[in-house]
Protein backbone atom coordinates (compact mmCIF):
# COMPACT_ATOMS: atom_id res chain seq x y z
CA UNK A 1 0.00 0.00 0.00
CA UNK A 2 3.14 2.32 0.58
CA UNK A 3 4.59 1.40 -2.28
CA UNK A 4 1.53 2.56 -4.29
CA UNK A 5 1.24 6.04 -2.67
CA UNK A 6 5.13 6.37 -3.63
CA UNK A 7 4.27 5.66 -7.35
CA UNK A 8 1.35 8.16 -7.35
CA UNK A 9 3.03 10.79 -5.57
CA UNK A 10 5.61 10.55 -8.26
CA UNK A 11 3.49 10.88 -10.91
CA UNK A 12 1.79 13.92 -9.53
CA UNK A 13 5.26 15.65 -9.17
CA UNK A 14 6.61 14.86 -12.53
CA UNK A 15 3.12 16.35 -13.88
CA UNK A 16 3.46 19.13 -11.96
CA UNK A 17 7.23 20.25 -13.08
CA UNK A 18 7.52 22.70 -15.59
CA UNK A 19 8.46 22.18 -19.28
CA UNK A 20 11.93 23.33 -20.38
CA UNK A 21 12.70 26.43 -22.16
CA UNK A 22 15.68 25.26 -23.22
CA UNK A 23 16.13 25.21 -27.34
CA UNK A 24 18.31 24.42 -29.81
CA UNK A 25 20.46 27.95 -30.79
CA UNK A 26 19.84 26.99 -34.55
CA UNK A 27 16.25 27.63 -33.61
CA UNK A 28 16.56 30.05 -31.24
CA UNK A 29 18.42 32.78 -34.05
CA UNK A 30 15.92 31.72 -36.34
CA UNK A 31 13.07 33.06 -34.15
CA UNK A 32 15.08 36.25 -33.48
CA UNK A 33 15.60 37.11 -36.72
CA UNK A 34 12.03 36.84 -37.61
CA UNK A 35 11.20 39.17 -34.71
CA UNK A 36 13.56 41.43 -36.62
CA UNK A 37 12.32 41.07 -39.71
CA UNK A 38 8.37 41.91 -38.39
CA UNK A 39 9.93 45.08 -36.31
CA UNK A 40 11.33 46.45 -39.52
CA UNK A 41 8.24 46.31 -41.73
CA UNK A 42 6.35 47.77 -39.05
CA UNK A 43 8.65 50.76 -39.04
CA UNK A 44 8.76 50.86 -42.89
CA UNK A 45 4.90 51.15 -42.94
CA UNK A 46 4.46 53.88 -39.74
CA UNK A 47 7.23 55.99 -42.14
CA UNK A 48 4.93 55.50 -44.99
CA UNK A 49 2.01 56.47 -43.37
CA UNK A 50 3.77 59.16 -41.31
CA UNK A 51 3.27 60.19 -37.60
CA UNK A 52 0.52 58.54 -35.89
CA UNK A 53 0.15 60.75 -33.04
CA UNK A 54 -0.31 64.29 -33.68
CA UNK A 55 1.84 66.43 -32.92
CA UNK A 56 0.74 68.70 -29.81
CA UNK A 57 -0.30 72.10 -30.39
CA UNK A 58 2.91 74.50 -29.31
CA UNK A 59 0.55 77.37 -28.31
CA UNK A 60 1.08 80.93 -29.01
CA UNK A 61 4.49 82.20 -29.29
CA UNK A 62 5.62 85.22 -26.60
CA UNK A 63 6.42 86.69 -29.74
CA UNK A 64 3.32 86.73 -31.19
CA UNK A 65 1.72 90.32 -31.81
CA UNK A 66 -1.99 90.67 -30.25
CA UNK A 67 -1.33 87.19 -27.78
CA UNK A 68 -3.73 88.35 -25.48
CA UNK A 69 -6.40 89.01 -27.85
CA UNK A 70 -6.18 86.10 -29.61
CA UNK A 71 -6.24 83.83 -26.10
CA UNK A 72 -9.25 85.97 -25.26
CA UNK A 73 -10.85 84.71 -28.61
CA UNK A 74 -10.07 81.06 -27.37
CA UNK A 75 -11.43 81.35 -23.96
CA UNK A 76 -14.54 82.54 -25.88
CA UNK A 77 -15.17 79.73 -27.98
CA UNK A 78 -14.70 77.65 -25.74
CA UNK A 79 -17.49 79.44 -23.68
CA UNK A 80 -19.94 79.33 -26.83
CA UNK A 81 -18.88 75.45 -27.32
CA UNK A 82 -19.93 75.19 -23.54
CA UNK A 83 -23.56 76.42 -23.88
CA UNK A 84 -24.24 75.17 -27.20
CA UNK A 85 -23.59 71.50 -25.64
CA UNK A 86 -25.86 72.77 -22.54
CA UNK A 87 -28.36 74.07 -24.62
CA UNK A 88 -28.61 70.92 -26.94
CA UNK A 89 -28.61 68.39 -23.55
CA UNK A 90 -31.81 70.95 -22.62
CA UNK A 91 -33.57 70.38 -26.22
CA UNK A 92 -33.19 66.42 -25.39
CA UNK A 93 -34.64 66.75 -22.01
CA UNK A 94 -37.95 68.27 -23.09
CA UNK A 95 -38.01 65.92 -26.45
CA UNK A 96 -37.84 62.83 -23.34
CA UNK A 97 -40.26 64.68 -21.45
CA UNK A 98 -42.78 65.37 -24.67
CA UNK A 99 -42.06 61.60 -25.43
CA UNK A 100 -43.46 60.79 -21.76
CA UNK A 101 -46.35 62.66 -22.28
CA UNK A 102 -47.34 61.53 -25.43
CA UNK A 103 -47.01 57.90 -23.73
CA UNK A 104 -49.31 58.89 -20.98
CA UNK A 105 -51.91 60.75 -23.18
CA UNK A 106 -52.30 58.37 -26.82
CA UNK A 107 -55.40 60.27 -27.99
CA UNK A 108 -52.68 63.65 -28.20
CA UNK A 109 -50.73 60.95 -30.71
CA UNK A 110 -53.00 59.41 -32.99
CA UNK A 111 -54.53 63.31 -33.98
CA UNK A 112 -50.80 64.55 -34.26
CA UNK A 113 -50.65 61.25 -36.64
CA UNK A 114 -53.40 62.42 -38.32
CA UNK A 115 -52.41 65.48 -39.34
CA UNK A 116 -48.56 64.47 -40.77
CA UNK A 117 -50.40 62.04 -43.04
CA UNK A 118 -53.01 64.88 -44.30
CA UNK A 119 -50.30 67.29 -44.97
CA UNK A 120 -47.77 64.52 -46.53
CA UNK A 121 -51.06 63.90 -49.04
CA UNK A 122 -51.35 67.02 -49.80
CA UNK A 123 -47.78 67.70 -50.78
CA UNK A 124 -47.83 64.27 -52.76
CA UNK A 125 -50.60 65.66 -54.47
CA UNK A 126 -48.87 68.54 -55.39
CA UNK A 127 -45.94 66.60 -56.70
CA UNK A 128 -48.09 64.36 -58.63
CA UNK A 129 -49.60 67.21 -60.20
CA UNK A 130 -46.32 69.31 -61.30
CA UNK A 131 -44.88 65.63 -62.31
CA UNK A 132 -47.84 65.19 -65.00
CA UNK A 133 -47.06 68.10 -66.48
CA UNK A 134 -44.96 67.65 -69.92
CA UNK A 135 -41.56 68.56 -69.72
CA UNK A 136 -41.44 70.34 -72.90
CA UNK A 137 -44.29 72.37 -72.44
CA UNK A 138 -42.04 73.83 -69.78
CA UNK A 139 -38.91 74.30 -71.91
CA UNK A 140 -41.18 76.26 -74.17
CA UNK A 141 -42.43 78.79 -71.63
CA UNK A 142 -39.22 78.95 -70.55
CA UNK A 143 -37.76 79.56 -73.97
CA UNK A 144 -40.60 82.14 -74.53
CA UNK A 145 -39.73 84.43 -71.70
CA UNK A 146 -36.09 84.39 -72.85
CA UNK A 147 -37.47 85.44 -76.22
CA UNK A 148 -39.16 88.61 -74.79
CA UNK A 149 -36.58 89.89 -72.15
CA UNK A 150 -33.58 89.93 -74.64
CA UNK A 151 -32.67 92.79 -76.94
CA UNK A 152 -30.26 90.36 -78.71
CA UNK A 153 -30.54 87.40 -78.77
CA UNK A 154 -27.42 84.80 -80.02
CA UNK A 155 -28.34 81.92 -81.82
CA UNK A 156 -25.40 79.30 -81.18
CA UNK A 157 -25.22 76.59 -84.60
CA UNK A 158 -23.08 73.90 -84.66
CA UNK A 159 -20.37 74.69 -87.10
CA UNK A 160 -20.33 71.05 -88.18
CA UNK A 161 -23.59 71.45 -89.14
CA UNK A 162 -24.91 75.17 -89.55
CA UNK A 163 -27.75 74.69 -91.80
CA UNK A 164 -29.37 71.79 -89.49
CA UNK A 165 -28.96 74.11 -86.23
CA UNK A 166 -31.47 76.87 -87.28
CA UNK A 167 -34.76 76.78 -86.40
CA UNK A 168 -36.99 79.01 -88.80
CA UNK A 169 -39.88 79.02 -86.19
CA UNK A 170 -37.88 80.58 -83.25
CA UNK A 171 -36.26 83.10 -85.87
CA UNK A 172 -39.68 84.16 -87.33
CA UNK A 173 -41.08 84.75 -83.47
CA UNK A 174 -37.86 87.15 -82.93
CA UNK A 175 -37.65 89.49 -85.98
CA UNK A 176 -41.79 89.56 -85.83
CA UNK A 177 -41.51 93.25 -83.75
CA UNK A 178 -38.07 94.05 -85.30
CA UNK A 179 -37.11 95.43 -82.11
CA UNK A 180 -34.86 92.78 -80.87
CA UNK A 181 -31.31 91.75 -82.56
CA UNK A 182 -30.51 88.21 -83.98
CA UNK A 183 -26.93 87.05 -84.19
CA UNK A 184 -25.63 83.80 -84.91
CA UNK A 185 -23.13 82.30 -83.32
CA UNK A 186 -20.96 79.37 -84.92
CA UNK A 187 -19.41 77.41 -81.97
CA UNK A 188 -17.16 74.27 -82.34
CA UNK A 189 -15.22 76.26 -85.16
CA UNK A 190 -12.36 73.75 -83.89
CA UNK A 191 -14.20 70.71 -85.58
CA UNK A 192 -14.49 71.17 -89.38
CA UNK A 193 -12.09 72.48 -91.71
CA UNK A 194 -10.26 75.69 -92.36
CA UNK A 195 -11.65 75.94 -95.88
CA UNK A 196 -15.36 74.98 -94.74
CA UNK A 197 -15.79 77.27 -92.25
CA UNK A 198 -14.85 80.24 -94.19
CA UNK A 199 -17.50 79.45 -97.10
CA UNK A 200 -20.19 79.00 -94.26
CA UNK A 201 -19.30 82.06 -92.73
CA UNK A 202 -19.27 83.98 -96.37
CA UNK A 203 -22.92 82.14 -96.60
CA UNK A 204 -24.51 82.94 -93.55
CA UNK A 205 -23.33 86.83 -93.41
CA UNK A 206 -24.87 87.53 -96.23
CA UNK A 207 -28.10 87.30 -93.90
CA UNK A 208 -27.50 88.13 -90.29
CA UNK A 209 -24.74 89.03 -88.46
CA UNK A 210 -22.20 85.64 -87.90
CA UNK A 211 -19.17 85.53 -85.01
CA UNK A 212 -16.79 82.46 -85.04
CA UNK A 213 -16.36 81.67 -81.79
CA UNK A 214 -14.42 78.03 -79.84
CA UNK A 215 -15.76 77.83 -76.14
CA UNK A 216 -12.88 77.24 -73.76
CA UNK A 217 -12.85 73.66 -72.40
CA UNK A 218 -10.21 74.17 -69.83
CA UNK A 219 -12.07 75.99 -67.18
CA UNK A 220 -11.44 75.68 -63.57
CA UNK A 221 -14.38 75.88 -60.84
CA UNK A 222 -15.75 78.70 -60.01
CA UNK A 223 -13.85 81.69 -59.13
CA UNK A 224 -10.70 80.57 -60.82
CA UNK A 225 -8.97 82.08 -63.72
CA UNK A 226 -8.47 80.73 -67.63
CA UNK A 227 -4.31 79.63 -67.50
CA UNK A 228 -3.25 79.53 -71.41
CA UNK A 229 -0.74 76.79 -72.43
CA UNK A 230 1.85 77.64 -74.20
CA UNK A 231 1.88 74.63 -76.03
CA UNK A 232 -1.37 73.38 -77.30
CA UNK A 233 -2.27 70.34 -79.42
CA UNK A 234 -3.37 71.25 -82.73
CA UNK A 235 -7.42 70.32 -83.37
CA UNK A 236 -7.93 70.10 -79.07
CA UNK A 237 -7.79 73.75 -78.55
CA UNK A 238 -8.70 74.49 -75.06
CA UNK A 239 -8.45 77.90 -75.15
CA UNK A 240 -11.29 80.06 -76.07
CA UNK A 241 -11.55 81.89 -79.79
CA UNK A 242 -13.87 84.68 -80.70
CA UNK A 243 -14.38 86.08 -77.50
CA UNK A 244 -13.36 89.43 -78.01
CA UNK A 245 -15.11 90.05 -81.61
CA UNK A 246 -18.47 88.92 -79.77
CA UNK A 247 -17.55 91.13 -76.85
CA UNK A 248 -17.19 94.14 -79.12
CA UNK A 249 -20.15 93.48 -80.84
CA UNK A 250 -22.43 93.09 -78.04
CA UNK A 251 -20.37 96.39 -76.28
CA UNK A 252 -21.27 98.80 -80.03
CA UNK A 253 -24.00 97.41 -80.18
CA UNK A 254 -24.98 98.60 -75.92
CA UNK A 255 -23.28 102.07 -76.77
CA UNK A 256 -25.88 102.46 -79.31
CA UNK A 257 -28.67 101.45 -77.52
CA UNK A 258 -28.04 103.92 -74.89
CA UNK A 259 -28.95 100.97 -71.92
CA UNK A 260 -28.36 98.39 -70.40
CA UNK A 261 -29.06 95.48 -72.19
CA UNK A 262 -29.93 91.66 -72.28
CA UNK A 263 -28.37 88.71 -74.41
CA UNK A 264 -30.39 85.88 -74.91
CA UNK A 265 -28.91 82.79 -75.74
CA UNK A 266 -30.94 80.59 -77.86
CA UNK A 267 -30.27 77.00 -79.82
CA UNK A 268 -30.80 73.32 -80.26
CA UNK A 269 -29.58 70.83 -77.40
CA UNK A 270 -25.76 70.44 -77.55
CA UNK A 271 -24.91 73.41 -79.79
CA UNK A 272 -22.78 75.06 -77.19
CA UNK A 273 -24.83 77.72 -75.42
CA UNK A 274 -23.71 76.91 -71.41
CA UNK A 275 -20.06 76.69 -72.85
CA UNK A 276 -20.17 79.93 -74.64
CA UNK A 277 -21.69 81.94 -71.38
CA UNK A 278 -19.19 80.44 -69.62
CA UNK A 279 -16.26 81.39 -71.44
CA UNK A 280 -17.53 84.86 -71.62
CA UNK A 281 -17.44 84.87 -68.27
CA UNK A 282 -14.25 82.99 -67.73
CA UNK A 283 -15.47 80.65 -64.87
CA UNK A 284 -17.80 77.47 -64.64
CA UNK A 285 -21.06 79.00 -64.24
CA UNK A 286 -23.55 76.86 -66.16
CA UNK A 287 -23.73 73.05 -66.37
CA UNK A 288 -22.40 71.72 -69.07
CA UNK A 289 -22.19 67.84 -70.26
CA UNK A 290 -21.91 65.80 -73.17
CA UNK A 291 -25.83 64.50 -72.45
CA UNK A 292 -28.27 66.51 -74.26
CA UNK A 293 -31.13 68.75 -72.40
CA UNK A 294 -29.25 69.77 -69.34
CA UNK A 295 -30.35 73.63 -68.96
CA UNK A 296 -33.86 72.90 -68.40
CA UNK A 297 -34.99 76.58 -67.35
CA UNK A 298 -33.40 80.00 -68.13
CA UNK A 299 -30.32 81.25 -65.70
CA UNK A 300 -29.53 84.73 -65.58
CA UNK A 301 -25.72 85.46 -65.81
CA UNK A 302 -24.75 89.18 -65.18
CA UNK A 303 -21.52 90.22 -67.52
CA UNK A 304 -20.91 93.32 -66.73
CA UNK A 305 -22.48 96.28 -65.84
CA UNK A 306 -24.10 96.94 -69.13
CA UNK A 307 -24.69 93.31 -70.65
CA UNK A 308 -26.70 90.47 -68.94
CA UNK A 309 -26.63 86.75 -70.10
CA UNK A 310 -30.07 84.71 -70.03
CA UNK A 311 -29.20 80.52 -70.43
CA UNK A 312 -31.96 78.64 -72.00
CA UNK A 313 -33.31 75.41 -72.74
CA UNK A 314 -33.09 73.43 -76.21
CA UNK A 315 -35.06 73.85 -78.86
CA UNK A 316 -37.83 71.16 -79.24
CA UNK A 317 -37.95 69.14 -82.66
CA UNK A 318 -40.74 69.09 -84.54
CA UNK A 319 -41.31 65.01 -85.01
CA UNK A 320 -42.04 65.92 -88.50
CA UNK A 321 -38.31 66.61 -89.26
CA UNK A 322 -36.30 63.58 -91.29
CA UNK A 323 -34.95 60.74 -89.24
CA UNK A 324 -31.49 61.86 -88.96
CA UNK A 325 -32.19 65.97 -87.94
CA UNK A 326 -34.33 63.97 -84.92
CA UNK A 327 -31.49 61.95 -84.05
CA UNK A 328 -29.00 64.47 -84.13
CA UNK A 329 -31.23 67.67 -82.46
CA UNK A 330 -33.94 66.03 -80.06
CA UNK A 331 -32.15 64.75 -76.87
CA UNK A 332 -35.59 61.94 -76.56
CA UNK A 333 -34.98 60.35 -80.00
CA UNK A 334 -32.47 57.56 -78.86
CA UNK A 335 -35.58 56.55 -76.72
CA UNK A 336 -38.24 56.73 -78.42
CA UNK A 337 -36.34 55.55 -81.72
CA UNK A 338 -34.60 52.23 -81.67
CA UNK A 339 -30.93 53.04 -81.10
CA UNK A 340 -29.82 51.31 -84.21
CA UNK A 341 -32.45 53.01 -86.42
CA UNK A 342 -30.97 56.39 -85.37
CA UNK A 343 -27.81 55.77 -85.66
CA UNK A 344 -28.38 53.83 -89.12
CA UNK A 345 -29.77 57.35 -90.09
CA UNK A 346 -27.43 59.44 -89.10
CA UNK A 347 -25.14 56.77 -91.08
CA UNK A 348 -26.44 56.46 -94.26
CA UNK A 349 -25.90 60.74 -94.64
CA UNK A 350 -22.13 60.32 -94.03
CA UNK A 351 -19.70 59.45 -96.49
CA UNK A 352 -19.18 55.54 -96.49
CA UNK A 353 -15.79 55.86 -97.11
CA UNK A 354 -14.59 58.29 -95.34
CA UNK A 355 -16.64 56.55 -91.82
CA UNK A 356 -14.17 53.26 -92.84
CA UNK A 357 -11.57 55.38 -92.94
CA UNK A 358 -12.08 57.32 -89.53
CA UNK A 359 -13.25 54.17 -87.63
CA UNK A 360 -10.83 51.53 -89.08
CA UNK A 361 -13.15 49.24 -89.89
CA UNK A 362 -13.43 47.20 -93.35
CA UNK A 363 -15.81 48.07 -95.99
CA UNK A 364 -19.42 47.60 -95.43
CA UNK A 365 -22.86 47.26 -97.54
CA UNK A 366 -25.68 48.09 -94.69
CA UNK A 367 -25.33 49.90 -91.77
CA UNK A 368 -26.07 46.24 -89.52
CA UNK A 369 -22.48 44.97 -90.88
CA UNK A 370 -21.04 48.77 -89.78
CA UNK A 371 -22.21 48.09 -86.61
CA UNK A 372 -20.71 44.53 -86.20
CA UNK A 373 -17.64 45.28 -87.10
CA UNK A 374 -17.56 48.73 -85.35
CA UNK A 375 -18.73 46.51 -81.71
CA UNK A 376 -16.01 44.20 -82.55
CA UNK A 377 -13.51 47.10 -83.00
CA UNK A 378 -14.37 48.56 -79.97
CA UNK A 379 -14.53 45.07 -77.95
CA UNK A 380 -18.08 46.00 -77.62
CA UNK A 381 -19.52 42.03 -76.71
CA UNK A 382 -22.50 40.55 -75.51
CA UNK A 383 -23.25 37.25 -73.40
CA UNK A 384 -21.66 34.30 -75.83
CA UNK A 385 -19.28 36.54 -77.42
CA UNK A 386 -21.65 37.60 -79.76
CA UNK A 387 -21.04 41.71 -81.00
CA UNK A 388 -23.18 43.96 -79.38
CA UNK A 389 -25.13 46.11 -82.48
CA UNK A 390 -27.30 47.99 -80.16
CA UNK A 391 -24.18 49.00 -78.01
CA UNK A 392 -22.36 50.33 -81.22
CA UNK A 393 -25.09 52.00 -82.26
CA UNK A 394 -25.44 53.92 -79.17
CA UNK A 395 -21.72 54.74 -79.18
CA UNK A 396 -21.32 56.08 -82.90
CA UNK A 397 -24.66 57.91 -81.78
CA UNK A 398 -23.12 59.65 -78.75
CA UNK A 399 -20.08 60.46 -80.44
CA UNK A 400 -21.66 62.44 -83.13
CA UNK A 401 -23.91 64.53 -81.35
CA UNK A 402 -20.53 64.73 -78.95
CA UNK A 403 -18.14 67.19 -79.57
CA UNK A 404 -15.09 65.19 -80.03
CA UNK A 405 -15.85 63.91 -83.81
CA UNK A 406 -14.83 66.12 -86.43
CA UNK A 407 -17.33 66.72 -89.50
CA UNK A 408 -18.43 68.83 -92.19
CA UNK A 409 -21.15 70.28 -94.62
CA UNK A 410 -21.20 71.86 -97.96
CA UNK A 411 -22.91 74.65 -97.89
CA UNK A 412 -25.48 75.25 -100.52
CA UNK A 413 -24.29 76.42 -103.84
CA UNK A 414 -26.26 78.74 -105.08
CA UNK A 415 -27.58 81.72 -101.71
CA UNK A 416 -31.28 82.59 -101.15
CA UNK A 417 -32.69 84.61 -98.83
CA UNK A 418 -34.56 82.67 -96.25
CA UNK A 419 -38.68 81.59 -96.64
CA UNK A 420 -39.41 84.04 -92.58
CA UNK A 421 -36.72 86.73 -93.98
CA UNK A 422 -37.21 89.50 -96.34
CA UNK A 423 -34.62 92.27 -97.69
CA UNK A 424 -35.89 95.18 -94.95
CA UNK A 425 -35.44 92.28 -92.29
CA UNK A 426 -32.34 91.91 -93.10
CA UNK A 427 -31.11 95.10 -93.22
CA UNK A 428 -33.38 96.07 -89.39
CA UNK A 429 -31.19 92.74 -88.13
CA UNK A 430 -27.60 94.97 -89.05
CA UNK A 431 -28.60 98.07 -87.86
CA UNK A 432 -26.45 98.84 -84.62
CA UNK A 433 -23.90 96.44 -84.96
CA UNK A 434 -19.74 97.32 -86.43
CA UNK A 435 -19.62 95.06 -89.22
CA UNK A 436 -16.69 96.19 -90.71
CA UNK A 437 -15.28 95.45 -87.29
CA UNK A 438 -16.87 92.09 -86.90
CA UNK A 439 -15.14 90.87 -90.34
CA UNK A 440 -11.40 91.57 -89.06
CA UNK A 441 -12.42 89.81 -85.58
CA UNK A 442 -13.49 86.79 -87.47
CA UNK A 443 -10.60 86.41 -89.85
CA UNK A 444 -8.39 86.53 -86.88
CA UNK A 445 -10.04 83.81 -85.10
CA UNK A 446 -9.92 81.61 -88.42
CA UNK A 447 -6.64 82.25 -88.24
CA UNK A 448 -6.20 81.24 -84.41
CA UNK A 449 -8.38 78.09 -84.50
CA UNK A 450 -6.21 74.82 -86.04
CA UNK A 451 -8.73 73.03 -87.75
CA UNK A 452 -8.45 69.28 -89.00
CA UNK A 453 -7.44 68.03 -92.04
CA UNK A 454 -10.10 68.27 -95.11
CA UNK A 455 -8.75 64.81 -95.47
CA UNK A 456 -9.45 63.47 -92.16
CA UNK A 457 -12.84 64.70 -91.61
CA UNK A 458 -16.02 62.73 -92.66
CA UNK A 459 -18.29 64.53 -95.38
CA UNK A 460 -22.22 64.67 -93.85
CA UNK A 461 -24.89 65.65 -95.96
CA UNK A 462 -27.11 68.33 -94.17
CA UNK A 463 -30.75 67.44 -94.23
CA UNK A 464 -31.76 71.37 -93.95
CA UNK A 465 -33.55 73.79 -91.60
CA UNK A 466 -34.65 71.82 -88.75
CA UNK A 467 -38.41 72.82 -87.91
CA UNK A 468 -38.90 73.06 -84.03
CA UNK A 469 -42.03 73.88 -81.63
CA UNK A 470 -42.35 77.40 -79.99
CA UNK A 471 -46.08 77.26 -78.80
CA UNK A 472 -47.31 74.48 -76.01
CA UNK A 473 -50.74 73.54 -77.82
CA UNK A 474 -48.16 72.36 -81.00
CA UNK A 475 -46.40 69.85 -79.01
CA UNK A 476 -47.55 66.15 -79.44
CA UNK A 477 -49.03 63.91 -76.53
CA UNK A 478 -47.22 61.26 -75.54
CA UNK A 479 -47.86 57.43 -75.47
CA UNK A 480 -48.87 56.42 -72.17
CA UNK A 481 -45.79 54.07 -71.66
CA UNK A 482 -43.46 56.78 -71.81
CA UNK A 483 -45.74 59.15 -69.30
CA UNK A 484 -45.49 56.57 -67.11
CA UNK A 485 -41.92 56.66 -67.35
CA UNK A 486 -41.95 60.51 -67.23
CA UNK A 487 -44.29 60.32 -64.03
CA UNK A 488 -41.58 58.05 -62.53
CA UNK A 489 -38.78 60.20 -62.84
CA UNK A 490 -41.44 63.43 -62.39
CA UNK A 491 -39.58 64.71 -59.67
CA UNK A 492 -36.80 65.77 -61.83
CA UNK A 493 -39.05 68.19 -64.01
CA UNK A 494 -41.02 69.03 -60.83
CA UNK A 495 -39.29 71.69 -59.24
CA UNK A 496 -37.50 72.55 -62.62
CA UNK A 497 -34.36 73.27 -60.60
CA UNK A 498 -31.42 75.25 -61.85
CA UNK A 499 -28.65 73.47 -63.25
CA UNK A 500 -26.13 75.14 -61.25
CA UNK A 501 -26.73 74.38 -57.59
CA UNK A 502 -25.12 71.03 -58.67
CA UNK A 503 -22.02 72.40 -59.69
CA UNK A 504 -21.24 75.68 -57.58
CA UNK A 505 -18.94 74.45 -54.63
CA UNK A 506 -19.78 75.66 -50.47
CA UNK A 507 -16.08 77.72 -50.50
CA UNK A 508 -17.02 79.86 -53.35
CA UNK A 509 -19.41 82.15 -51.99
CA UNK A 510 -16.95 84.51 -50.75
CA UNK A 511 -15.26 84.98 -54.28
CA UNK A 512 -14.98 88.59 -55.32
CA UNK A 513 -17.52 88.47 -58.70
CA UNK A 514 -21.71 87.73 -57.19
CA UNK A 515 -23.05 84.57 -58.05
CA UNK A 516 -24.83 84.91 -61.02
CA UNK A 517 -27.79 82.46 -60.59
CA UNK A 518 -28.36 81.12 -57.14
CA UNK A 519 -32.05 80.03 -58.57
CA UNK A 520 -32.13 79.79 -62.19
CA UNK A 521 -35.93 80.14 -61.79
CA UNK A 522 -36.08 83.40 -59.68
CA UNK A 523 -33.49 84.33 -57.82
CA UNK A 524 -30.56 86.30 -59.21
CA UNK A 525 -26.94 87.36 -57.49
CA UNK A 526 -26.81 90.92 -55.47
CA UNK A 527 -24.91 93.41 -56.51
CA UNK A 528 -22.00 94.09 -55.04
CA UNK A 529 -21.07 97.54 -56.65
CA UNK A 530 -23.74 100.75 -55.71
CA UNK A 531 -24.80 101.20 -59.55
CA UNK A 532 -25.19 97.85 -60.61
CA UNK A 533 -29.31 96.59 -60.51
CA UNK A 534 -30.74 93.48 -60.03
CA UNK A 535 -30.35 90.74 -63.07
CA UNK A 536 -34.00 89.83 -62.39
CA UNK A 537 -35.43 92.89 -61.96
CA UNK A 538 -34.09 94.42 -65.05
CA UNK A 539 -35.47 90.94 -66.95
CA UNK A 540 -38.63 91.31 -65.22
CA UNK A 541 -39.17 95.04 -66.42
CA UNK A 542 -38.26 94.05 -69.54
CA UNK A 543 -40.81 91.28 -69.38
CA UNK A 544 -43.77 93.34 -67.95
CA UNK A 545 -43.44 97.19 -69.57
CA UNK A 546 -43.04 97.53 -73.40
CA UNK A 547 -40.09 99.90 -74.00
CA UNK A 548 -40.26 102.39 -76.41
CA UNK A 549 -39.04 101.42 -79.52
CA UNK A 550 -35.56 102.95 -80.34
CA UNK A 551 -35.28 104.57 -83.86
CA UNK A 552 -32.12 103.73 -85.46
CA UNK A 553 -32.68 105.33 -88.56
CA UNK A 554 -31.23 108.52 -87.09
CA UNK A 555 -28.07 106.70 -86.15
CA UNK A 556 -25.41 105.52 -88.72
CA UNK A 557 -25.83 102.41 -91.32
CA UNK A 558 -23.19 100.55 -91.73
Request: overall charge positive; some cysteine.
Amino acid sequence: MSLCRLICGNKALAELKKSSKRMTCHKRYKIQKKVREHHRKLRKEAKKRGRKKPRKDPGIPNSAPFKEALLREAELRKQRLEELKQQQKLERQKEQDKKRKLETNPGVELSHKVLVKEEFGRSKAKKAKSSKQNPKKLYCQELKKVIEASDVVLEVLDARDPLGCRCPQVEEAIVKGRQKRLVLVLNKSDLVPTENLENWLNYLKKELPTVVFKASTDLKDKGKRIKVRKKAAPFKTEVCVGKESLWKLLGGFQEIYGKAICVGVIGFPNVGKSSIINSLKQEWICNVGVSMGLTRCMQVVPLDKQITLIDSPGFIASPLNSASALALRSPASIEVIKPVEAASAILSHADARQVVLKFTVPDFENSLEFFTSFAQRRGLHQKGGSPNVEGAAKLLWSEWTGASLGYYCHPPTSWTLSSHFNESIVTDMKRGFNLEELEKNNARSIQAIKGPRLAGSILFQSSGLTNGIIEEGDIPEEPPKQKEQKQEEGEDYGDVDTDQESVDKEGDEKSSDTSPAEEACGAVPKGSQAGEQSALSFVMEKMTEEDDAYDFSTDYVL
